[in-house]
């Protein structure tokens, strides 16, 4: 029996999550029937590989994330003030503790993977330490708890997997035609799957967006009536935000591949297309919601 916490439901990204794996699970029978149909002899090694991949994507997503963004697990020893936050955190909103990571970057940030709350991880970056009060950092905290708490993390971690297939079999089917003999039919496949693999990637793509700035609002509220300080969690948002602007440009690049985790997205310009196609919703927009949650818990 799944357990609960004392996180506040959200029916509206749980609606939001059933609908958009639906629609990813659809898109994903379709690619896969088209490229058996137009690779007809290469069909073993399509649903070998796609299984193999989904697999270990799923089951060592944790892992996956964890080594590509520099996290290091660490004791309370080790990090007392980040464990004794996610000791209280956990106690409060009644969930298993997580393993507590911390990621050697100047970039501001924190993020939460695992495809279970009894397998998840949570991770700051030395430079969102170094920058919060501890109010500040327990908003953020209770923020990515929250995405483990409502099993988003999970969902995201599924729904990501078909942009990465989409790419894998775009390269398998160029090899499968480059191996035949010049013909009609191998041009015409050639021309096919990357494009089919392309409008797979771009459906993909635009679904998980639409889902991830809809559960980085229900975070930020999970995280606002759990802790009881909407405030300090805009004040969290405001900093950091702010500090990005003062982040050199080649580590903001080197974050942003990985904005999908993080508790506020990386951008190396303002004019970067990802604010076009974000994975988070606008900082107005955060700040405009903690303030109605903070109106109506009458706090300041």
Known sequence: MARTTRFTPDKGLTRRMVTTMFLIGLLY?????????LLQNAWPVILIIAGVLFVLQFWFSDRIAALAMGAREVTPEQAPELHGAVDRLCALADMPKPRVAIADSDVPNAFATGRSQQKALVCATTGLLRRLEPEELEGVLAHELS?????????????????????????????????????????????????????VYVISFLLTRLLSRYRELSADRAAAVLTGRPSALASALTKITGDM????????????????????????????????????????QRLDQLGRIAAQLGRP
Do not use: C, K, Q
Request: charged share 15%; net charge positive; glycine share 6%.
């Open 29 to 37: 029978v379709v690619f896969i029937g088209v490229l058996i149909g």
């Open 245 to 284: 602007g003062r982040i050199p440009t080649r580590d903001l690049r080197r974050a942003e591949p990985f904005n999908a985790f993080y508790f506020v997205p990386a951008f190396s310009s303002r004019e970067s297309l990802s604010r076009l196609l974000s994975s988070h919703p606008t900082l107005e």
């Open 147 to 199: 995405h483990v708490a409502h099993r988003d993390v999970a969902v995201m971690t599924i729904a990501s997997f078909l942009g990465v297939l989409a790419g894998m079999m775009t390269r398998i089917g160029l090899w499968s035609s480059l191996g035949r003999s010049r013909n009609n039919n191998t041009a015409i496949i050639m021309l096919l799957v990357p494009l089919v693999s392309a409008v």
